[in-house]
Nanobody
Framework: QVQLVESGGGLVQPGGSLRLSCTASQSPSIFYTMGWYRQAPGKQRELVAVISKDGNTNYADSVKGRFTISIDNAKNTVYLQMSSLKPEDTATYYC????????WGKGALVTVSS
């Protein structure tokens, strides 16, 4: 069974930057996407960014121009570079791997506060 391990969460001041990483224990042999979702307290989980195996990306409007998703297929790793962070970006960020089924990481807490 594929497992996802996230890293890189933490506390950052508004306007700061942070990078999240997510590594899959194995690479599915069929087409897949990897992405990041987030869930703030009291809110539903929402899409942040997703990238396909061939590099096509999609972003939530709220993060366009501030966040960048990238993938290293050789390392089975997806990254989320977050810049110009705002307090409203505070949430638990979950890595997702999709290949007909969804695999989720345990989550990485990102807190944006002064």
């Amino acid at each position: 069974q594929v497992q996802l391990v996230e890293s890189g969460g933490g506390l950052v001041q508004p306007g700061g930057s942070l990078r999240l990483s997510c590594t899959a224990s194995q690479s599915p042999s069929i087409f897949y996407t990897m992405g990041w979702y987030r869930q703030a307290p009291g809110k539903q989980r929402e899409l942040v960014a997703v990238i396909s195996k061939d590099g096509n990306t999609n972003y939530a409007d709220s993060v366009k121009g501030r966040f960048t998703i990238s993938i290293d297929n050789a390392k089975n790793t997806v990254y989320l570079q977050m810049s110009s962070l705002k307090p409203e970006d505070t949430a638990t960020y979950y890595c997702n791997l999709r290949f007909g089924i969804d695999v989720w990481g345990k989550g990485a807490l990102v807190t944006v506060s002064s």
